[in-house]
């Protein structure tokens, strides 16, 4: 399978989603190219990342509803195409498609069950548990492009905001405990040579134990992006 993120996201770190997704996938035996489209940048040089590699399926992750139409245009040239992520809806117009969660979803539709849930209009469902998910696999982008990387500590949120769609997406609030999100930190940093780590999460501090966290980073020996996490911690 190939999966590629698309322009017009942030510049400084790379798309969660591709690191996700490859590092569930392959965890279940599948083989996932990652190719960054934020950095290519424009279609034409995107089509012709996608024509250096085969594959059975192509998978487009639409980010916000601000590329939906920059994924359809580049998604229409190609037949086994699967869209995914915030920017997809449930009447999607092309291919097949996955709305909420894309780990489980995806594994099935690979393994050519397109009746699972989330997967063309279908109700989704979400993990119940996210340790279940391992550290996110960026070893397909030019790190030297970035400078950090990004996991997930929990989905959701704990909070019901009208103005926002989190909870469309992520209904019920999941979380990692402080020393699981230590390891993903260790284990991205490690992989990528980072020393700033990102949080994708909607609310960080939802039902986290930032003590363990702390505690858990001062081991590891990582910053974060909340600046010096563990001495602020460690002097309270």
């Known amino acids: 399978m190939v999966l590629v993120s698309l322009p017009e996201m942030d510049k400084d770190k ?65 037949e086994n195409v699967i869209y995914g992520g915030s920017g997809v809806h449930k009447d ?37 548990d996210l340790a279940i998910l391992p550290p996110p696999d960026y070893s397909d982008l030019n790190h030297s492009a970035y400078t950090s990387a990004v996991i997930s500590g929990s989905r959701g949120c704990v909070r019901a905001c009208t103005f ?22 260790h284990a991205v940093s490690t992989q990528t040579g980072f020393k700033s780590i990102g949080f994708s999460d909607s609310l960080v501090n939802g039902s986290m134990n930032i003590a363990d966290l702390a505690a858990g980073v001062y081991i590891l020996n990582i910053e974060t992006n909340n600046g010096s996490l563990t001495q602020k911690v460690i002097k309270q």
């Open 164 to 185: 926002c769609d989190v909870a469309s997406i992520w209904p019920k609030y999941r979380f990692l405990g402080g020393e699981r999100i230590a390891q993903h930190m």
């Open 92 to 128: 999607w117009p092309h291919g097949d498609y996955i709305v909420g969660e894309g780990e489980l979803a995806l594994l099935e539709y690979l393994r050519g069950n397109k009746y699972y849930p989330g997967i063309n209009g279908r109700a989704q469902v979400q993990i119940p």
């Open 14 to 78: 790379p798309s969660p989603a591709l690191g996700f997704i490859k590092a569930y996938i392959e965890q279940h035996g599948f083989t996932v190219k990652t190719i960054d489209g934020n950095q290519i940048g424009d279609i034409d040089s995107i089509h012709l990342t996608i024509s250096q590699y085969e594959y059975k399926y192509l998978g487009i992750s639409v980010f916000s509803y601000e590329q939906v139409d920059f994924a359809l245009e580049l998604g229409e040239e190609y």
